[in-house]
Every structure is written in C-alpha cells, then in structure tokens.
C-alpha cells in the first residue's frame, strides 16, 4: 500500500523563508503521496497590540500567498485570522505542533509518516524517500542530522558556530557513552510513523523544547534512529520569539552571553555511564557513585530504586525502568549540576573531549594554543564544527548500524 507523507510546518511570520521550505516539499521526489499542513498562528490578543500588529497581517499575507501558489496542495491550520489565534497561556510553536499532529493523526494511517519542519528549513532531495525506506524496516522513528549554513556576517556566524559546537558535543558525548537518549532536540529533523506518534500521545504544549521532550517519549517507547545520508539545514538567523532553541541561542551569543550553552565536560558524561555499567549491582543493592547521589537529590527519594526492582523479574527489565526514570531531562540537568561545580570553559571541554576520545582529528593540536571561540579565526571555528560534525555522522551511522535501522 502506498504510503502518505504528512509534512507539518507550524508558522508564525515567515514571510522570508516559508517560500523555500514549501518549494523543498514540493520537489522533493518520495514513493509515496506528500501532503503539506502549515500551522499560521500567534495568540488571539496581538491584535489589539500595536507592536504586534504587523506580525499578524504577515500571517494574513502569509495564508493569503499559500492559498493563492499552492491551492489545496498545501492545507492551512489558521491560528491567525481575528478571534482564531491562541487564547490564555496555552500558545507557541508547541501548541501549532500539536494542533497539526492532532489533525493529521485524525486521518492518517498508522504506517503513514510524519516529518516535522520548521518554515525557515530547506532539506536534500532525497531526504523524503530514504525516511520512507528506514521506517519500513524496524525504525519507527527518526532524528535526523543538520547543518546550519553560513550567512556571511562575521558575528552571526560565529555565535551560530558556537552553538553548533555545543549541540554536536553533547550528542558526540551521548553517543559514546550510549545513551538512550542521544538525539538532537531541533523540530525540524524529527520524523516518525503516525502509529508511533499516536502512541505517545503526540507534541506536548511546551512554548518552547516541544521537540525535546517529544523526542524524549519516542525514544521511551523504542531507541530513535539518528541517520538520513540526506541532511536538512535549518536558517542561520537570530529570533526571539521562543525562550530557548537555535535563534535565542545566536542571539545571546551575537551579545556575548555563552553561558546558557556550555560545552559540558567529558567526564561528565562518564559519570553517567558509570551508573549504566553498574546496573546490574544495582539490580540487587545500591551503589555509590556521583550520578546516583544526584538522582536521589532530584528525586528527594534515596530508595528510588525499590519501586523499579520491584516490578522488574530480569535485570533487563530493571534497566529499562531505570531508564524510563532516570530519563533525558535528568541527564540534561545532571550535566548542567556537574558544570556549575566545575568552572573549566568550554573550551577546555572542547579540548578534552578531542584529546581523550578523538586525537586523531587535526583540530585537537591547532585547539590546544587557541582555544578562545571567540576571537579564533571564523575558518577555524568553522573547521572545528565539521569535524565534530563528521564524528557526529559516523557515531549515528554507527548507532543505526547497531539497531539493525540500516
């Protein structure tokens, strides 16, 4: 049976990118029928704001421009027009997620595919038919690799870079410590059967990090698949509109502030992979060790564990509730615990992980005498995020490699 492709884009004032994005999905040849759901929204009350007002009548532009080049090829969500736009506190690209998924959900069948775009992202042609070849076969859902292009404007892309570099190291350490979750939470690179997404209840109505803990409870249900030879790139631009994600982060980084985004060290991340190694001691009795201390902080409970061995008749079973327990957030908090006690730059961390893990790469010697991301030369800054990235590529390949995905 022919499967259906249902591309979802939510969009609030994306006048200047949306055009590309839909010429992508409209090009991009797949063996299976593709569908277009954009969400054009922003909260009900900016009409009757003054500095909002022109974001609203470029939503009204907006649907008015799709209706007039796509017709029904593209359907509207419309979260824009007057007395349709978000009510409360319920609002965001969260809720535009969610809407679209919910309303796909309702005429998709379950070996139909979702693929989750942002407005401002082009993608490879191919990208569409080899996410229809992986999720016949064992994977159910993909997280998919990315890169930002260069604008060309010294300060913007070196903010961008620094980010990059923050993002890639942590999955670069996931990875290797075998996480299972290791993903890289950007909405546009997420893509999985309907019947998957229907299974964890869909986007939750986050203003912001939706794509996190989306992907969070896909890889609960079973481990994601992270490789697409086929690569989607995001834009390279600063925005506000959400609290965190690619454009807060360029923006906080453009003005010097880097501290939201710190490359975590290495050793960090070995501290979680202790607690995996130990699991089967775990199993019959605790065991002391750094990461474990945290969790019973975090849970305010030192016997946490006697629920989960409880229900558990197999050590593997014991694992995977520990897992489901000790999830994505409390590592990403854990880490964020470890940096604060532990005052060494990102650069320092950078240098660590190429030194100890990956000596081979060329940019661990240059790093080593000049180590400042921020006044380094922009074509070393942009070597070093390749590298990462190809180390990147390789450790997904090798993940889905693993899992039996490819």
């Known amino acids: 049976m022919r499967k259906t492709i249902y591309i979802i884009i939510p969009v609030m ?36 704001k003054p500095q909002y007002l022109s974001v609203c009548q470029a939503n009204m ?42 309303r796909v959900l309702e005429e998709a069948a379950p070996e139909d595919i979702i693929v989750s775009m942002d407005a401002d992202t082009c993608w490879q042609k191919g990208y569409l038919q080899y996410i229809v070849q992986l999720l016949q076969g064992k994977a159910s859902a993909l997280c998919a690799p990315y890169y930002h292009h260069l604008s060309g404007i010294e300060a913007q892309d070196r903010a961008m870079l620094r980010y990059e570099i923050y993002m890639r190291t942590y999955l670069i350490n996931l990875l290797r410590i075998g996480s299972p979750y290791a993903f890289t939470a950007l909405g546009s690179v997420i893509a999985c059967s309907a019947s998957a997404a229907g ?48 454009g807060p982060a360029i923006a906080k980084n453009m003005q010097g502030n880097c501290d939201t985004y710190p490359v975590f060290a290495p050793e960090s991340f070995d501290n979680i992979e202790q607690v995996y190694q130990l699991l089967p001691q775990m199993y019959e009795q605790d065991t002391d060790s750094e990461y474990f201390r945290f969790l019973t902080q975090i849970f305010k409970n030192q016997y946490f564990l006697q629920p989960l061995r409880k229900n558990s008749k197999t050590i593997l079973q014991f694992s995977k509730l520990f897992h489901q327990k000790a999830d994505a957030l409390r ?19 950078v240098q660590a992980l190429l030194e100890q893990y990956y000596p081979a790469a060329e940019e661990a010697a240059w790093f080593k005498n000049n180590r400042s991301m921020e006044t380094m030369p922009l074509c070393r800054l942009n070597a070093l995020r390749d590298r990462l990235n190809h180390i990147e590529i390789v450790l997904r390949k090798n993940h889905d490699i693993k899992n039996h995905y490819i």
């Open 13 to 48: 004032d994306e006048a200047d990118y949306l055009s590309r994005t839909l010429a992508c999905a409209m090009e991009d040849n797949a063996e299976a029928d593709v569908q277009v759901w954009v969400c054009v929204n922003q909260p009900d009350d900016w009409w009757q």
């Open 199 to 246: 299974a964890v209840g869909g986007f939750d109505t986050q203003m912001s990090g939706e794509d996190f803990y989306f992907l969070q409870k896909l890889a609960k249900s079973k481990p994601l698949s992270l490789y697409n030879p086929y690569c989607v790139y995001p834009a390279n631009r600063v925005s506000d509109r959400v609290p965190y994600g690619t």
């Open 331 to 349: 590592e990403f908090q854990y880490l964020r615990y470890y940096h604060a006690g532990h005052l060494r730059s990102s650069e320092e961390n």
């Open 61 to 102: 532009s907006t649907m008015a421009y799709i209706r007039e080049t796509y017709g029904n090829k593209v359907r509207i969500l419309d979260y824009a027009s007057p007395t349709c736009g978000w009510k409360g506190k319920k609002q965001g690209v969260g809720c535009a997620r969610r809407a679209l998924m919910q």
